[in-house]
């Protein structure tokens, strides 16, 4: 399996312009996530899907976020519109279950806002 | 609320030295830990996984140990090398993941 695939990998936008991030998680994984990583706070979970539904969405900052799963190969996390402040490097991750598995994570998508 | 706290944040240790990285955690009910590691402008690579019913988990050089009942793992890394060199994550794993902020660690050849 060629793991969790992120695009783009790097992504400059100007403020006020809509970013699309999209992931394709492991083949057969239940678990999707996404997740921010910014050097002050760390890596924060913004929202998961389970069987391609919206299980908790309490990360997401604002509205300007939103995510979807059209169906269990693709994932797209929407941000609309950018500001400066939601530079940071975005993360796919996905899990065959979280009982008994672990976490498998894309490359990530290195997202500059200017 | 699960929280996560990882000792030290850095650290620098010459080559061949033996390691220990910490990692608590506030709630005791959780699913699995995993440790992973970060090189930088990278993503994470998956190092050990241990379960909740596991007490530790060993790969090549690598050993980690979970105690539930305290809220801690540690990470130990034998014979130090140069390549080692990376931030280390702990994640704990319930319904969804916590990490910690993570040890930058500095392998001086």
């Known amino acids: 399996d060629a793991g969790v695939i992120q695009s783009p990998r790097h992504e400059v936008t100007e403020m006020g312009q809509e970013v699309t991030l999209r992931c394709k998680p492991i083949s057969g994984h239940d678990y999707l996530f996404w997740y921010r990583q910014t050097m002050m706070r760390g890596l924060e979970l913004l929202i998961y899907?389970?069987?391609?539904?919206?299980?908790?969405d309490s990360g997401m900052p604002e509205d300007r976020f939103s995510a979807k799963m059209p169906n269990a190969s693709f994932s797209t996390l929407k941000i609309q519109p950018s500001e400066p402040r939601d530079s940071a490097v975005y993360f796919c991750a996905s899990s065959l279950s979280t009982v008994n598995y672990g976490y498998t994570f894309g490359s990530g998508t290195r997202l500059t806002v200017v | 609320k699960q929280e996560v706290t990882q000792i030290p944040a850095a650290l620098s240790v010459p080559e061949g030295e033996n390691l220990v990285l910490n990692c608590s955690f506030t709630?005791?009910?959780?699913?699995?830990l995993q440790w992973f590691r970060q090189d930088p402008g990278k993503g994470l690579t998956s190092l050990l996984l241990i379960q909740s019913s596991q007490r530790e988990q060993t790969s090549g050089r690598l050993n980690a140990s979970l105690d539930k009942s305290s809220g801690r793992s540690t990470l130990y890394i034998a014979a130090s090398q140069p390549g080692d060199s990376a931030t280390y994550l702990c994640a704990v794993i319930y319904q969804k993941v916590t990490f910690g902020i993570g040890t930058k660690l500095q392998v001086i050849p």
């Open positions: 899907f389970n069987n391609n539904v919206p299980i908790d």
């Open positions: 709630d005791s009910a959780i699913y699995n």
